[in-house]
């Protein structure tokens, strides 16, 4: 009787072990099996250090946004955030969508306008600390959150500045998407201009008497060796201002205007000693969009493709 007594209580023991385990598998199943939640996903809260070092905490993506500069606008739309977009700078042309938000002013914003629609990030930029230090300190002293913009001075911080916007707002994978495309237009103009008889070119950000040009070091000259283009000026570093004696004299084949003036390639082909020069001559004197091939932003790729043409244009046909 004993042995039997004890065989029982063996098994009830042995029974509720078993039940227990189930019972442990069973909730850990179930608490595998429940989705994440969007900010979890998200990745959020999630720290991002901005062009000042300052550590910028995130606990979710910002429903309301207040952007400086058009490239930060731009990345801003094509990463599908326009609901969230509340006010946007006087330069800011691009998307159309754009021009129809709210304004808060050019390189010196109104402080007092942003501080009012509480927005819950400000993207700023580097290129804002000359002039505007004063109006982003009043931003934070009132409470808003600055997130200060490294200035991208070639592809690859134009890259990672598209991804970190990207990370800030929850569109990591659209960031993604737009660095990639972005990658792949600029291998397909290579590509199309590999080997191609290299020439010339000198580009011009303002007209006379102050024309001024890039050297080396600078994103202009990225562009040109992307795309295959020997710069007349690359033994000078960065922007500088040029005589038009001395663009006769470095004589590009290709003189590539990057500004808006009435007339302005007519008025380049008739500067006094330019019909000598090689791009006078065969009439590839070419305007292009000042912002498509400047602003580091999601258009930048389509920039390169427009350098390229202007000089190659047999390239692309």
Known sequence: MKKIWQFCLVLVLALGVLVGCGQTDDTKKKENSEPATE?????????????????????????????????????????????EITAVSDNDDYPEAATKKEKIGGMEFDAEKIISLNPEVVFAHETLLGTSEAGLQQLRDAGLKVFVV????????????????????????????????????????QAKVKDVKQKSAFVETSDEPNIYTAGKDTFMQEMFDLANIKNVTADQTGWFQIDPEEIVKRNPDTIIVKY??????????????????????????????????SRTGPRLAEGLEVIAKAVYPEAFE
């Not at 390639?265 to 590839?284: L, P, Y």
């Open 39 to 83: 900010q979890q996903v998200a990745g959020y809260p999630l720290t991002e250090t901005d062009a000042l070092g300052n550590d910028v905490k995130f606990t979710e993506a910002p429903k309301s946004i207040v952007t400086l500069v058009p490239s930060n606008t731009e990345i801003l739309f094509a990463l599908g955030l326009e609901k």
């Open 150 to 189: 490294k200035n991208a001075e070639n592809f690859d911080e134009t890259y990672t500045t598209i991804e970190q916007i990207g990370h800030i707002t929850g569109k990591a994978d659209e960031a993604k998407k737009i660095t990639d495309d972005m990658k792949a237009k600029v291998k397909e103009v």
């Open 260 to 293: 808006n003036v009435k007339n302005i390639v007519e008025k380049v082909k008739n500067r006094q000693g330019f019909d000598s020069i090689t791009a006078v001559k065969n009439d590839a004197v070419v305007q292009v969009d000042a912002n498509l091939t």
